[in-house]
Nanobody, 115 residues
Framework: QVQLVESGGGLVQAGGSLRLSCAAS????????MGWYRQAPGKQRDMVAE???????AYADSVKGRFTVSRDSAKNTVYLQMNSLKPEDTAVYYC?????????WGQGTQVTVSS
């Protein structure tokens, strides 16, 4: 089992910044990727950003140039730096951890961007 603890969500005005953190513990061997997904009310959960064990990154088009995903392998933690936030970024953000044969999700953290 893998436990994921997310933090850093909150309320921010449009144009502001937030940094999300997700710390992984437990059976984190054979880690393949960690990333962030988000789900707004009434919408599906979509990928926001992802980083692999080789530090390859991927972003949704809607956040490119504004969000940056990074990781600290010593702390088994992945971060999402979110700048120039927009009201449409409002959602519950979920951390995802993948290793061979398994996918784990965090409990989610709310990000609300006011206009």
């Amino acid at each position: 089992q893998v436990q994921l603890v997310e933090s850093g969500g909150g309320l921010v005005q449009a144009g502001g910044s937030l940094r999300l953190s997700c710390a992984a513990s437990g059976s984190i061997f054979s880690f393949s990727s960690m990333g962030w997904y988000r789900q707004a009310p009434g919408k599906q959960r979509d990928m926001v950003a992802e980083i692999t064990s080789s530090d390859t990154t991927a972003y949704a088009d809607s956040v490119k140039g504004r969000f940056t995903v990074s990781r600290d392998s010593a702390k088994n933690t992945v971060y999402l730096q979110m700048n120039s936030l927009k009201p449409e970024d409002t959602a519950v953000y979920y951390c995802r951890f993948r290793r061979i044969g398994f996918t784990y999700w965090g409990q989610g953290t709310q990000v609300t961007v006011s206009s």
